[in-house]
């Protein structure tokens, strides 16, 4: 593995969600693989679990972790190519990339889209340069487009909890939310669902909230969310802004949040989200509160999923 970005880089998916397996029945199993080795944090957006659970997964591995704010306490930095930069960014990552391909041995950036301009979004930009300037291994902690830690995580998650011989139903289902969010999980978790091939795949949303047919495509695509839970076996509530009129919100019907009744519809299905939620708007307290929800175990698991990516890379550096 050189760089961790999407799907794409991941291999042998079953691979690497035994491997995260592996690393939570023994976290320390690989303590000196990382000895004498630093990778930094750069976080241009908030963040809890990714934050935290690469910066355990860092230290299980024996390796020091730095984690930099830059959105906080950095110089603003530009990322156009030949920028007269007379505005309000100070500093190219031309310049600061390479220093800090220096200072490190892996690193790991987390960009949020600015969900105005979809082309520029799409792009990758941000993503794409440090990978151009930095000349070290560089990890999505979720980008413009992708959250690919989060889907390895949601992988590892379906794997360890559903033990019977057959393909389960897997749902994603669009939720109502009071902000135009990303559609970076959704994205991602349908291209890694996709790439896995191990499950029925239903995406169901609102009319005008289809999501770019790349990430998508070979789900079944439904406007009627009842119809598309019936015998889920496990249903993942995420809420997206719209992609085609790009960063929206066109829907707020609450009638599409996830209730015990809903619920009835599938097969006992468990219910994942990525986390942070909106209680009561994108998902109910029943739901959260109840039997059917595994959101702790998943954002638990984000550690393992981290784990078994940074193993991979600093095992392809040696
Ligand atoms: N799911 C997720 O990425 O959480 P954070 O934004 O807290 O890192």
Redesign the pocket.
Known sequence: MKNFISVEDAGNINQLVQKAIAYKANPLKDKSLGTNKRIGLLFLN??????LSTQIAAQNLGMEAIVFNVGQDGWMLEFEDEAIMSGSTVEHVKDAAPILGRYFDILGIRTFPSLKNKADDYSELYIKQFIKYAGIPIVSL?SATL?PL?SLTDIITITETFKEKRKPKIVLTWAPHVKALPQCVANSFSEWINAWGEADFTITHPEDYELDEAFTKGADILHNQDEALKNADFVYVKNWSTYADYGRIYCNDPKWMLSNKKLQLTNNAKVMH???VRRNVELSDEILDGPNSVVTQQATNRVWAAQAVLSELLQDKK
């Open positions: 908030p963040s809890m679990r990714t934050r979720e959250h989060q990525c986390l942070p």
